[in-house]
């Protein structure tokens, strides 16, 4: 195990890249038998560069010498979301994280987390442990931290302390953030236009509507002319302009109130 703790390096190491300076300095810590301060290196490296399979694997490694059981099980959840399949190893991380959770006997909770949507990444006290679904075993009195975070929807947080022996689930639905642009609006005539966006009527005569991201049906309808609608695609964050000219009334009256007929 020493001698894997001692060939984590990377194939290029870049001398500005201080995560990877830390974790040098922690194998030498490891080669002179100094563990804890080569504990305290990796997970300096950690907090620098939190998806660093090798740190992540070289603190589950010393972790178990220390006997810092919960450590260590903590760390090895995250190599094996981040990088044990692709070094390889993962059947051997199992059975050294199996062995750390036997030790750490009745002193241990059980943390379960999932995620809605499923490939919503789980990150605990800042280190990321895996998607969709988690389940970790953690030292009691302890807190830990979940954060959850997915693209365009609001981030969970969320901190957990449990009693020797609790099993909790934790299920965290994200709420999808809801972008918004909006429509500026030129129409000639501009007076006692009635505006509608999607068959709900916004206002008479606004030179701008606010509304969901994506793509919406703007109308316009006044007295002694026709019905004049078109689709627009509503910009995130940002706006959108449109332009028209209503022709003088030569059909029967159309509502704007009432979706078009496409045929």
Known sequence: VMVMLLTLAPATVRAEDEAWDLIGK??????????KQALDLFKKALKLDPRNESAMNASAQVASFLQLADESVFYYTGYLYLGADYMGDADEVRKAMDKQIRAMK???ATLHIKALPEDAEIIVNDLPLGKGSVELPVSPEKTYIVK???????????????????????????????????????VL???????????????????????????????????????????????????????????????????????????
């Open 106 to 108: 009745g002193q241990k």
């Open 26 to 35: 922690g194998q030498r810590q490891v080669q002179y038998g100094r563990l």
């Open 189 to 263: 005539p501009s007076d006692n236009v009635r505006v509608f966006m999607d068959t709900k009527f916004m206002g008479t005569s606004v030179m701008e509507v606010e509304g969901v991201e994506g793509k919406h049906l703007m109308c316009f309808e006044k007295d002694g002319f026709d019905r004049w609608w078109r689709y627009v695609t509503v910009p995130r964050n940002e706006s959108v302009e449109i332009e028209a000219t209503l022709r003088s009334e030569s059909r029967p009256r159309e509502p704007c109130n009432v979706m078009p007929d496409f045929d």
């Open 148 to 186: 959850i975070d997915y693209e365009d929807y609001h981030p969970y947080k969320q901190g957990f302390k449990l009693d020797a022996g609790a099993e909790k689930t934790v299920t965290a639905r994200l709420k999808k953030i809801i972008y918004k642009g909006k429509v500026k609006i030129k």
